[in-house]
C-alpha cells in the first residue's frame, strides 16, 4: 500500500523565518516519483517539484529546497526567508513507478505574518 | 490554451438535479485525470482517460458518476441525481505523455460544486 504522511496540520512563522514541511511516504515500489504542490487561497494546484526515487540528489530552487531521503522515506520541503506570499496549503504526493495516481497527503498549511 | 481550464469555476445547484463539469487540458496532452477534493484533504482519484479511453474508473464513487472523453480532448465529468455528499472541489489535471513513469500532472483551477 502506499501512504503519505504530512504531520504538520497548520504552521504559523513571522515573515523571513525559514520553514521546513515535512513529507513520509511508505511504498513498495523500488521506482516512485514525489511531488510538492501549493495550494494557494485563490484554490488552485500549482505543481512545484518532481523527485524520481533513483536520483537523490537535493534541489534548490532560489528560496526553496527539497531534501529527499530515502534512507527515512522522508521529502521534506523548506522555505528560506519565509514570505507573505508563501502563504498557502502544501501538499505532498506520491506516485508508482507503473502507477498514474497521485496519493496524496492530507495537507500543511502554512501561514506567513507580516 | 497555456493551461488547464475547467468550467464553471462555481456550480451551485439543488438535489437531484443533474451536472456537468467540463475540463479543457493543456493542448498537446494525451492523459486526463479528475479528482475531487473535500475541505481540508488532499485530492482524492476518480479516473483517468489516454487520449479519449477511459483506463480506470475505478475512483468514481457510485454509479451517479460518468466521464467521458469522446475526441480525446475535452472531458466531462457528469454527475446525476446530485446529493449533498456530492459538494466538494472538482478538479482536472493533464499531463504529457501516458500515465504511469515520469508524467507530471498539472491541474486546473477546479469547479466548486455546491448541493443544497
Known amino acids: 500500500a502506499q501512504k503519505v504522511t504530512q504531520a504538520q496540520t497548520e504552521i504559523s512563522v513571522v515573515e523571513k523565518e525559514d520553514v521546513t514541511l515535512d513529507c513520509v511516504y511508505e511504498t513498495r515500489d523500488t521506482t516512485y516519483y514525489l511531488f510538492w504542490y501549493k495550494q494557494p487561497p485563490s484554490g488552485e494546484l500549482v505543481f512545484l517539484i518532481r523527485r524520481n526515487s533513483f536520483d537523490e540528489q537535493n534541489e534548490i530552487s532560489g528560496r526553496y529546497s527539497w531534501n529527499f531521503q530515502k534512507s527515512t522515506s522522508s521529502f521534506n520541503f523548506t522555505i528560506t526567508a519565509s514570505q507573505v506570499v508563501d502563504s498557502a496549503v502544501y501538499f505532498c504526493?506520491?506516485?508508482?513507478?507503473?502507477?498514474?495516481?497521485?496519493?496524496w497527503g492530507a495537507g500543511t498549511k502554512l501561514i506567513i505574518k507580516p | 490554451g497555456a493551461g488547464v481550464s475547467q468550467s464553471p469555476r462555481y456550480k451551485v445547484t439543488k438535489r437531484g438535479q443533474d451536472v456537468a463539469l467540463r475540463c479543457d487540458p493543456i493542448s498537446g496532452h494525451v492523459s486526463l485525470y479528475w479528482y475531487r477534493q473535500a475541505l481540508g484533504q488532499g485530492p482524492e482519484f476518480l479516473t483517468y482517460f489516454n487520449y479519449e479511453a477511459q483506463q480506470d474508473k475505478s475512483g468514481l464513487p457510485n454509479d451517479r458518476f460518468s466521464a467521458e472523453r469522446p475526441e480525446g480532448s475535452i472531458s466531462t465529468l457528469t454527475i446525476q441525481r446530485t446529493e449533498q455528499r456530492d459538494s466538494a472541489m472538482y478538479r482536472c489535471?493533464?499531463?504529457?505523455?501516458f500515465g504511469g513513469g515520469t508524467d507530471t500532472q498539472y491541474f486546473g483551477p477546479g469547479t466548486r460544486l455546491t448541493v443544497l
Open positions: 504526493a506520491l506516485k508508482g513507478g507503473s502507477n498514474y495516481q497521485l496519493i
Open positions: 489535471a493533464s499531463s504529457s505523455i
